[in-house]
């Protein structure tokens, strides 16, 4: 089918993971929802981790996960790229592989050639065939607001599982990939952001966290999480909660986008930061001297983000050096994890 042109953000002011619901309200509703429970169950809704696990056996664990969106961008193959690499990164969160892919896609049924759904399903499907995953078919739904995203299935042993509940004192945290995709994506529709940065920024949502996973499992990796929409801020909390740690982040250490930093110091800070400092609010410590910037950096909601990892203080540099050396060259040691109440301390 030919390629067809259209701008998908003429659909939507809220694209991507910003446009989730707030953690808090999502907190609320699943609290009286009661769930079996199975001894195979191996992760669910309540450390509130990236997917769910369900061990088949000794040697097999299934990692089960969703996530789809409105248009982040305008053209349709990008989008279908960020949408599935952002689903797929949970699997690659947990130290999995994906295995199975169903398309969850939603599409009006006039007013935008048809042309622009298939090129958004090609465009996904790269991802897919990068990962090395099957495409087992899917589900579309007629809706004025196109959205699209995947349903996972991937595979993890249950003794290599990583998961956001297993930190450890002493544990050093390196977060693979910069910040401010959400800021960045919001200065771009206002004209503020420049064509090098915005570039930059879809590249960065379109880049698969595989060797992530794999540089977790050298090194016997055991807690992470993906930075998505609830923003660095959000899931560290989630951590620190599952963990029953305290994550101290040093906001000078943080890698950032270009121009990332200096917008949110022009104002350009998009509503979804706000949700996830409200989320944040109750187990957030600031010492003094940090700059209003940094903390909504924390804040701000990210599409396809980088891996959160908690690596032990003997491997943390040979770790960091091989993300370097290989799809993340922004990776940085932003931080630590100590003994104490949950909550996430940003320091200078």
């Known amino acids: 089918m030919q390629t067809a042109t259209f701008d998908l953000l003429s659909t939507t002011q ?11 309200l999502l907190d609320k509703l699943l609290s009286d929802i009661p769930l079996l429970n199975d001894k195979r169950i191996l992760v669910d809704i309540q450390t509130h981790d990236d997917a769910g696990v369900f061990e088949l056996d000794s040697r097999t664990a299934l ?16 989008f279908g790229r960020i949408a599935a690499c952002n689903a797929l990164s949970d699997v ?7 295995l199975l892919c169903l398309n969850i896609s939603m599409f009006p049924a006039e007013g935008i050639p048809i042309g622009v759904l298939h090129d958004i399903l090609s465009g996904g499907q790269e991802k897919i065939n990068e990962a090395g995953a099957f495409t087992m078919g899917g589900h ?9 995203g995947l349903a996972v299935v991937g595979t993890v042993h249950p003794e290599k599982l990583v998961t956001n509940a297993s930190a450890q004192a002493g544990d050093r945290l390196i977060l ?36 992530g ?34 994550l101290h982040v040093s906001v000078s250490a943080l890698p950032a986008l270009k121009q990332a930093a200096s917008l949110l110091e022009e104002g350009c800070i998009p509503g979804a930061a706000f949700k996830n400092l409200d989320f944040a609010r109750p187990l957030l410590h600031l010492r003094e001297g940090i700059p209003l910037h940094l903390k909504m950096l924390c804040a701000d909601a990210q599409t396809s983000g980088g891996l ?7 491997d943390a540099q040979a770790v960091l050096e091989e993300l370097r050396q290989g799809d993340f060259p922004h990776a940085s040691i932003i931080g630590q994890v100590q003994e104490g109440e949950a909550g996430l301390w940003l320091e200078p």
């Open 14 to 24: 809220t694209g991507g993971c910003s446009a989730k619901l707030p953690a808090g």
């Open 63 to 78: 990692i089960f996960t969703t996530d789809f969106f409105p248009p982040l961008c305008s053209d349709a193959r990008t």
């Open 92 to 98: 690659y969160a947990m130290g999995g592989k994906p």
């Open 140 to 148: 579309t739904l007629v809706d004025a607001v196109p959205k699209y």
């Open 176 to 211: 693979t990939k910069p910040l401010g995709c959400g800021v960045v994506i919001a200065a771009r529709r206002m004209g503020m952001a420049s064509e090098e940065t915005y570039r930059e920024t879809l590249e960065q949502m379109q880049l698969l966290n595989r060797q």
């Open 213 to 246: 996973a794999e540089v977790m499992q050298k090194y016997g990796v055991r807690c992470a999480t993906d930075i998505t929409g609830f923003g660095l801020m959000g899931h560290a909390c989630k951590m620190a909660m599952a963990s029953k740690k305290e």
């Open 308 to 314: 959160l990892m908690c690596v032990k203080e003997a």
